[in-house]
Nanobody, 123 residues
Framework: QVQLVESGGGLVQAGGTLRLSCAAS????????MGWFRQAPGKEREFVAA????????YYAGSVKGRFTISRDNAKNTVYLQMNSLKPEDTAVYYC????????????????WGQGTQVTVSS
């Protein structure tokens, strides 16, 4: 089992930056592809970014490509989401997820989920 705890959310003005972190428990972090998803009020959870086990592959939603960067530190069991040039439409609860089979864009590829961290971008 993997337990995931997100942090780093908050309130920021449009154009600002935030860095989300997701700390994973256990000794097998490097065996999991990791992803970030988000869910805004009244909307379905949507894919944001994903990274392969060794960080060799990364995937981004079109809406965040060029503004967000996903990275991981396997020595620290942590995955990050650097968010730049934030927009009000980025406002959502952001969730970290782990995929044992290799995760990319799809919600059902992921086996474990964190509780989420709120990101609010004011205009």
């Amino acid at each position: 089992q993997v337990q995931l705890v997100e942090s780093g959310g908050g309130l920021v003005q449009a154009g600002g930056t935030l860095r989300l972190s997701c700390a994973a428990s256990g000794r097998t972090f490097s065996r999991y592809a990791m992803g970030w998803f988000r869910q805004a009020p009244g909307k379905e959870r949507e894919f944001v970014a994903a990274i392969g086990r060794s960080a060799g592959s990364t995937y981004y939603a079109g809406s965040v490509k060029g503004r967000f960067t996903i990275s991981r530190d396997n020595a620290k069991n942590t995955v990050y989401l650097q968010m730049n040039s934030l927009k009000p439409e980025d406002t959502a609860v952001y969730y970290c997820a782990a995929a044992s089979g290799g995760g990319t864009y799809y919600y059902d590829e992921y086996d474990y989920w964190g509780q989420g961290t709120q990101v609010t971008v004011s205009s």
